[in-house]
């Protein structure tokens, strides 16, 4: 459901969806805007490193809500 609510963003500029990783810190294959290479880039923007196609959940503050 979460993968379909955001290949269906409306205003990418403004929700961000690039932040979003699964569980284990993995990007997304499929990613909506370009593929998993185009979200590590969005993310290294931000100065979130992306190594191996993963995201250090600790290091980048991962909160489960």
Known sequence: ?????LHKNPDPASIPCYRVVNSKGELAGAF???GAKKQAEL????GVEVVDG????VRF???RF
């Open 54 to 57: 993963k995201v250090d959940l």
């Open 32 to 34: 909506a805007f370009g």
């Open 61 to 63: 503050e991962y909160r």
């Open 43 to 46: 993310l290294e923007t931000e």
């Open 1 to 5: 459901m979460s993968g379909s609510a």
